[in-house]
């Protein structure tokens, strides 16, 4: 009989080595130490700091900055929306999905309720990772052109994947909680016409839903085996593209071989993925200070299938009512980064800079048809300067992807730098950086000593 999707990926993931090969091991310790790292700067800095107050202090789980535990699925939903609160954390862009925001939180929570390993923490969130990447790259940029984040949608999915190996869930009950997971798909991008802050939110409800999705199939739930079929399956109704589960299918047939987590690219910037590399080709202008002042206009050429998230409405993005709303905001940032020379995690709390805005408002931008995106993220900026000079800046692929990869101890560097904003001491975060990152596996626990320091 043949197999459907749902049943192709369950026994890819089942045949998965128990231990990771170095390579893939490696990346997934400094994902995983990236995502903590954020999620604690989020704690104390971010839009979301308030929920530290949310999650119900009685169970087991961690909560990021806070000293007290909670339940796995309040820990998975207040972690996850914490990580992504800032637009700090990482991302595939082949796939266009933001992993550790939801596979972290639900696999930490996970690994911490069922005192699971670390070697079998660090395995399911790489096998989550591996899941989510396919479940992109089968439909390109198809969930975001339907209005939805990719990430919510395949989130859920691909989550339940890894909470399911950690609870030792069998094939039939693998195959089940994909399908329940599939039932909380959902997060749209409503919230850019106001800058609102639920794009975090869905982050954190898709780390939930994987964790409940687990619950459920354990409670005697069951799912479609078909789940991904047709035009009513995942596919169809979140991308409008039903064929995408045969390609996913195929996609499929390397898990175990080939590692998609190591491509994955971190964030070295607080903003929207896609802005990235417009500020890299600001800052080769080499402007320097009060350079901005012979600045007439700024061309940006953005990749067809990016400007609904950073250009429109333009009027709107050249005057954002708040600087955390500007995070998705092309003309501003590209303006922040040529007045103050650089992009940093203050920027963008408080009102807009009165100076930024009127350098934003000599951006203009134009559709740039095959960018190459979304298998890259590259930026082109022309620059007409009021002495009449013109300069065109092209930037092919974001600094931190898979063709400009960072060194481990750029990824450490950052979370440092992260802990410190919590006013974590230095020996404690470096600390637990060598034990995340060197020979040993991380301890799910250890996680709890690193945050009661700053809770």
């Given amino acids: 009989m043949t197999r459907t999707t749902a049943e192709i990926l ?11 090969p170095e390579p893939a091991e490696e990346a997934a310790r400094l994902h995983l130490l990236d995502a903590l790292g954020v999620g604690l ?38 972690n996850g929306t914490l990580v992504h609160s800032l637009e700090y954390d990482d991302t595939h862009t082949g796939a266009v999905m933001h992993g550790s925001s939801v596979l972290a ?7 911490e309720a069922g005192k699971a390993t670390g070697p079998e923490t660090v395995r399911a969130f790489a096998a989550g990772w ?13 969930f975001q052109r339907a209005g939805f984040q990719g990430t919510s949608v395949a989130g859920p999915v691909a989550g ?36 609102a802050s639920s794009k975090a939110a869905q982050a954190g409800i898709a780390a939930q839903a994987a964790i409940s999705a687990v619950q459920l199939v354990q409670g005697g739930i069951t799912g479609a085996r078909d789940v991904f079929e047709g ?33 994955a690219a971190f964030k070295g910037l607080p903003c929207c993925h896609f802005l990235h590399p417009f500020v890299e080709a600001v800052a080769r202008l ?110 092919d692929d974001v600094d931190g992807g898979a063709g400009r990869p960072w060194a481990s101890e750029r990824v450490v560097e950052k979370f440092l730098r992260n802990c410190e904003a919590t006013e974590l001491p230095a020996d404690r975060s470096a600390g ?9 596996l991380p301890d799910p626990g250890m996680l709890r000593s690193l945050v009661t320091e700053t809770g």
């Avoid at 369950?10 to 080595?17: E, F, I, Q, W």
């Avoid at 039939?172 to 800058?195: I, Q, Y």
């Avoid at 637990?432 to 040993?440: H, I, K, L, M, P």
């Fill in 10 to 20: 369950a026994d890819g993931v089942l045949g998965l080595p128990e231990r990771l």
């Fill in 130 to 142: 591996e899941v989510l990447v396919r479940l992109g790259l089968a439909t390109p940029s198809g």
């Fill in 105 to 111: 939180p639900a696999v930490l929570a996970a690994a």
């Fill in 41 to 78: 700067a989020a704690s104390r800095l971010g839009p979301a700091a308030g929920l530290l107050g949310v999650a119900r202090p009685d169970g087991p789980c961690t909560v990021l900055g806070a000293a007290t535990g909670t339940t796995p699925a309040d820990a998975a939903l207040v």
């Fill in 160 to 195: 339940a994947v890894a909470v399911g190996l950690l609870a030792g869930l069998d094939r039939e009950g693998l195959l089940d909680a994909v399908a329940v997971a599939a039932s909380f798909s959902a997060g749209n991008f409503t919230f850019l016409s106001r800058g």
């Fill in 231 to 263: 035009g009513r399956g995942f596919f169809g109704l979140y991308a409008g593209d039903p064929t995408a589960a045969d390609r996913l299918g195929g996609l499929c047939a390397d898990l175990g071989s080939r590692w998609h987590l190591a491509d």
């Fill in 286 to 395: 080499g402007l320097g200070e009060d350079g901005h002042r012979g600045i007439a206009r700024i061309l940006c050429r953005v990749p067809q299938g990016q400007e609904a998230v950073i250009a429109l409405p333009w009027e709107a993005k050249q005057a954002p009512a708040r600087a955390d709303e500007a995070r998705w905001s092309l003309p501003y940032v590209v303006a922040l980064q040529a007045v103050r020379g650089r992009v940093l995690l203050s920027d963008f709390a408080g009102p807009p800079d009165p100076e930024v805005l009127a350098v934003a408002a000599r951006v203009d931008w134009e559709p740039w048809p095959d960018s190459g995106y979304p298998a890259l993220f590259p930026a082109e900026i022309e620059v007409v300067r009021t002495d009449g000079s013109v300069r065109t800046v092209r930037i």
């Fill in 432 to 440: 637990f950086a060598a034990e995340v990152t060197g020979s040993g």
